[in-house]
């Protein structure tokens, strides 16, 4: 296929949104493709159209797209690809940042993208269980190869899951290291509220894991526990604690050359050497990278390289969102295992999180959030028991 045939047959929908978006506002994005292809205006808007309630986009088709949650930037990836109606649809790790029943809906939209439209899709994931209802066939990659078919019936299964159960928590939490009071926030006066009155607090000594749909005020309630957003009502309470927070992107914190730089970027401002740095590379599983530069890693270690970044200064809050998205299971072992002991040495850690399984076995305890607030807070145990679409 020339350049041409393959941007009208063949669609890729990349791991992080962020990299694929350029516009500014969801409509233009649902019509970029189009337009470098030539479609006629009346076509164009008949394609948006019919794919904005394809994925239910009507309510935010005209925001700003550097106000959408990772979620919703996730759907107007593929979205905004779909409108270019492809015969073959690639997708990289297309779910690891939706909420559950996003997830289902998700997964549905592509059942029906094969079925009804007749587009062979093709999916790169780390967390295959989800796809068992919808995939007719499964491969195994390893070194670069396709080593394998593998069953389907094996994709349902938790075996290696339970690897994690040795970060369970050991002991209960103690003091409250942070809380939020009847806080407001929105980010613009044009804009509905994001936090509505938000109450919560959050204990030392424990992982604080925080779920909920996309959209709901997760990630932004990290930016006001981290304080790069103020509450325009109530207040923040953190004390004198220190806190760093690890955003979506990883990008955001590696300006380096090298990884090694990386990691000695503020050796000097918080007094660690380069033997700590190399502690920390190796039980991080980065030992062999130092040379690297951060952006010639893959999305896992990228990931794994920012939080080793975050860890050598020592905050006493850490602040984790959407940790380990595109994670294989032995990098989100590793990232379990530092955040429990980043709890037991006293720290108190809170990550926004749509990876269930992880939240389950990990944190002390797990909150709902829900249209800005918090529905609930409880142990993993209670908070899992009964519940009907949040299930690990």
């Known amino acids: 296929m020339d350049v041409r045939a393959s941007a009208e047959r063949v669609g890729y929908v990349f791991q992080d949104p962020e990299n694929q978006i350029v516009c500014e506002t969801v409509w233009h994005e649902m019509a970029f493709g189009l337009e470098n292809l030539g479609v006629s205006r009346d076509e164009m808007r008949r394609r948006v159209?019919?794919?904005?309630y394809f994925f239910?986009?009507?309510?935010?088709l005209h925001r700003d797209t550097d106000t959408l949650s990772g979620g919703r930037k996730q759907l107007l990836s593929l979205a905004a690809v779909l409108a270019l109606r492809p015969r073959v649809l690639l997708l990289d790790?297309?779910?690891s940042q939706l909420d559950p029943v996003a997830e289902k809906n998700f997964l549905h939209a592509l059942f029906r993208v094969n079925r009804e439209l007749g587009?062979?899709?093709?999916?790169?994931t780390h967390q295959p269980r989800p796809m068992l209802e919808y995939a007719t066939c499964a491969y195994r990659i390893e070194g670069g190869r396709v080593r394998d078919v593998v069953d389907l019936a094996s994709l349902g299964s938790r075996e290696g899951l339970l690897a994690l159960d040795s970060c369970r928590p050991a002991q209960g939490?103690?003091?409250a290291a942070a809380a939020i009071r009847e806080g407001w926030f929105r980010y613009d006066r044009a804009g509905g509220w994001v936090l509505r009155g938000l109450d919560v607090t959050f204990s030392s000594g424990a992982v604080h894991a925080v779920v909920g749909g996309n959209g709901c005020g997760k990630s932004t309630m990290l930016s006001v526990l981290a304080k790069t957003?103020?509450?325009?009502?109530?207040?923040?309470?953190?004390?004198?604690?220190s806190a760093a927070l690890l955003p979506q992107n990883p990008k955001a914190l590696l300006v380096s050359e090298t990884v090694r730089d990386e990691l000695m970027e503020w050796a000097s401002s918080c007094g660690y050497d380069e033997a700590t740095a190399q502690e920390q590379t190796a039980r991080l599983g980065l030992a062999g990278l130092e040379?690297?530069?951060p952006y010639d890693l893959s999305g896992g270690q990228r990931q794994l390289l920012a939080l080793a970044k975050l860890l050598l200064i020592g905050p006493e809050l850490l602040l984790l969102d959407e940790p380990t998205k595109g994670l294989d299971l032995a990098s989100r072992c590793i990232i379990a295992r530092a955040l429990r002991e980043h709890a037991q040495a006293g720290g108190t850690v809170v990550i926004a999180t749509h990876d269930l399984d992880f939240a389950e076995q990990v944190s002390d305890d797990v909150a709902m959030m829900f249209d800005g607030e918090i529905a609930c807070m409880e142990s993993p145990a209670d908070f899992f028991a009964d519940n009907v679409f949040y299930r690990a």
């Not at 159209?49 to 904005?52: D, F, I, L, V, Y």
């Not at 957003?229 to 604690?241: D, P, W």
Request: net charge positive; proline share 3%.
């Open 291 to 293: 040379t690297r530069h």
């Open 173 to 175: 939490a103690t003091s």
């Open 56 to 60: 239910g986009l009507e309510d935010w």
């Open 119 to 124: 587009c062979t899709v093709v999916v790169a």
């Open 49 to 52: 159209a019919e794919t904005s």
């Open 93 to 95: 790790e297309p779910t």
């Open 229 to 241: 957003a103020k509450l325009q009502r109530g207040r923040m309470v953190r004390g004198t604690a």
